[in-house]
């Protein structure tokens, strides 16, 4: 399992847990949650130089079950070649004993060296000590002109490779003119995008990829 460190930067302030202060309220109505404006961690992975670094306006620190509870949060990939992406979503958490992240609401990850590449779904789940980005709900991926549905996938770091499940691609060509020319459809029970290269891999399991192409007529 790879090592890793993580390190906060809490760049505001630390609101001091009320229950570390003399109060006349009962036990039970004690806040035990520290709330932390301008939120940053740092996480770096030993195995290799990845780095993640996630920020928020806000976050709160849940004392009894170790947990952080992110609100509008950002996350960012960087290797040893720069930023590789970013993600952003309405709420996250981090397990500090699992050390694992699940993010929520409205989740976009886009991807630095190309504006127009991108994903869109509810939630994911990562497990900080790995490579792997599980992507739990259905997803739409963007690749310029190339539009993915699928049920759900998997984001390899370490090898740049994003697996996704049942999905269905879609893409539209133009002419030199920018008009619609024909548009193709695939079905796959598997598909495999390779980032470096920038190709796209179907599979499906004891049948065919359906493949459908409809040329329009443009004047």
Do not use: H
Request: charged fraction near 20%; aromatic fraction near 10%; include cysteine.
């Amino acid at each position: 399992m790879k090592q890793t460190y993580l390190y906060f930067l809490i760049v505001l302030a630390i609101y001091p847990l009320l229950g570390c202060q003399k109060s006349s309220k009962p036990l039970a109505q004690l806040d035990n949650n520290s709330y932390i404006t301008n939120f940053e961690l740092l996480q770096k992975n030993t195995s290799n130089d990845t780095r993640i670094r996630i920020t928020s306006p806000k976050a709160k620190l849940d004392q009894t079950n170790n947990i952080i509870e992110i609100v509008d949060s950002s996350i960012e990939i960087i290797n040893k070649d720069g930023q590789d992406f970013k993600v952003k979503s309405g709420y996250s958490t981090i397990n500090n004993m699992s050390n694992i992240i699940n993010v929520f609401n409205n989740v976009t990850i886009s991807f630095i060296d190309n504006k127009d590449y991108y994903i869109t779904t509810n939630s994911f789940n990562w497990d900080l000590n790995t490579s792997i980005i599980d992507i739990d709900s259905p997803l739409n991926m963007n690749l310029d002109n190339t539009k993915i549905l699928a049920t759900n996938g998997l984001y390899n770091l370490d090898l740049n490779r994003f697996k996704i499940d049942n999905s269905i691609f879609n893409r539209t060509f133009y002419n030199s003119e920018g008009k619609i020319t024909y548009q193709v459809e695939i079905k796959s029970d598997l598909a495999n995008w390779l980032k470096n290269e920038n190709s796209l891999v179907f599979k499906s399991n004891g049948k065919q990829v359906q493949t459908s192409i409809k040329f329009l007529t443009t004047k």
